[in-house]
């Protein structure tokens, strides 16, 4: 079992920044990657960016050069900072866990945060 408490999120103007926490615990040696993840009122969830165990990072073409994603030397938090924020970007964002162990393979999800910005 993989657990995710997210933080950070909250209201900002357009053009602002956020920062986004994601801390893992439980069974983290089986987390193979991480991400966030983000869904708006009446769309798709769709990915935003992730970082896998070796750190090899991946972004949403609408985030590219805007966030960035990081995590801690020790691999238990993955961070999500944004900034240039857009209306566009708000959304609750989602952080996720992949596991692999063995052929086994599970999903993790932490408890969402509000991401609103004004504009």
């Given amino acids: 079992q993989v657990q995710l408490v997210e933080s950070g999120g909250?209201?900002?103007q357009a053009g602002g920044s956020l920062r986004l926490s994601c801390?893992?615990?439980?069974s983290i040696f089986k987390i193979n990657a991480m991400?966030?993840?983000?869904?708006?009122?009446?769309?798709?969830?769709?990915?935003?960016?992730?970082?896998?165990k070796s750190g090899s990072t991946n972004y949403a073409d609408s985030v590219k050069g805007r966030f960035t994603i990081s995590r801690d030397n020790a691999g238990n938090t993955v961070?999500?900072?944004m900034n240039s924020l857009?209306?566009?970007?708000?959304?609750?964002?989602?952080?996720n866990?992949?596991?692999s162990w063995g052929s086994l393979e599970r999903d993790y999800w932490g408890q969402g945060t509000q991401v609103t910005v004004s504009s």
Wanted: glycine share 10%; net charge positive; proline share 5%.
């Fill in 97 to 99: 866990a992949h596991t």
């Fill in 79 to 81: 961070y999500l900072q």
């Fill in 10 to 12: 909250g209201l900002v």
């Fill in 86 to 95: 857009k209306p566009e970007d708000a959304a609750v964002y989602s952080c």
């Fill in 23 to 26: 801390a893992a615990s439980g």
């Fill in 35 to 52: 991400g966030w993840y983000r869904q708006a009122p009446g769309k798709q969830r769709e990915l935003v960016a992730r970082i896998t």
